[in-house]
């Protein structure tokens, strides 16, 4: 008789707690499983083809999700979060980074989600304001998924193809971001902005906002000596390649 093994299986909590996904789906109970990695997950993460393509992560976290969701509407803040359990769960808690010419080890499972101000936050929708404080516009905006992130990147590589040498990125994303302008939703409307209206310091206060309240992982922590405010944890190669001696 073939013998069966039980794999065991973490249950992660989602930097999101669930609030901006459908209540029809399953990524609203706020919690993913997750299986600890095995040889196979190993087999992933040197795949050259994988590698080649920049999807080594995704097929990774595809493989060790056990939770039955759609792996495209996960949010970025609660992939990061899978991302973290995925090294613990198959590396361990502890993580060496380089910090003012020394080695440090940080321990991973000690790392926190950042804290919601719930009152931002409306049951299963995706969607926040802020008014632009140079020009007075209010912009609607989501934050983005996998799949967003996917069409960016293909829009990206897209428009080099044109200009070797443009960097669009960060318009990109902006685009893909907002979903409305002064009460105006159409995609034309919205890619005008960005490109011609959008001002730099309007730039710069919206993306400290959406820093400041999107679901996500803190990476901080606080070495010895440091800056008062912690430094942010530097995701490297060593990562998910603890053995690749960078």
Do not use: C
Request: aromatic share 10%; glycine share 8%; proline share 4%.
């Amino acid at each position: 008789m073939e013998k069966k093994f039980d794999f065991p299986t973490e249950v992660v909590e989602l930097p999101t707690k669930g609030l901006l996904y459908p209540e029809d789906s399953p990524l609203s109970s706020g919690t993913i499983e997750m299986k600890y990695m095995t040889a196979k997950e190993e087999d992933i993460l040197t795949n050259i083809n994988y590698l080649q393509q920049g999807i080594v992560i995704d097929k990774l976290l595809q493989s060790l999700i056990v939770s039955d969701v759609e792996y495209d509407d996960l949010l970025i803040g609660d992939k990061n979060a899978l991302l973290i359990a995925a090294r613990v769960l198959g590396y361990g808690k502890d993580y060496d980074i380089n910090y003012g010419g020394e080695k440090v080890t940080v321990d991973l499972s000690k790392l926190e989600n950042k804290k919601l101000d719930k009152k931002l936050f409306k049951k299963g929708v995706n969607e926040f304001e802020f008014t632009l404080p140079t020009s007075g516009v209010l912009v609607k905006f989501k934050f983005l998924t996998h799949k967003d992130e996917k069409e960016i990147n293909q829009e990206i590589k897209g428009l080099q193809k044109i200009d070797k040498d443009s960097n669009p990125e960060n318009s990109t994303r902006l685009k893909f971001m907002i979903t409305e302008v002064d009460g105006d939703s159409k995609k034309g409307t919205i890619r005008k902005f960005v490109d011609n209206y959008f001002l730099a310091r309007d730039s710069r206060a919206f993306r400290a906002y959406v820093s400041s309240i999107q679901p996500d992982v803190d990476l901080t922590f606080y070495p010895e000596g440091g800056p008062e405010g912690g430094v942010e944890i530097p995701i490297g190669i060593s990562f998910l390649w603890p053995d690749a001696g960078i």
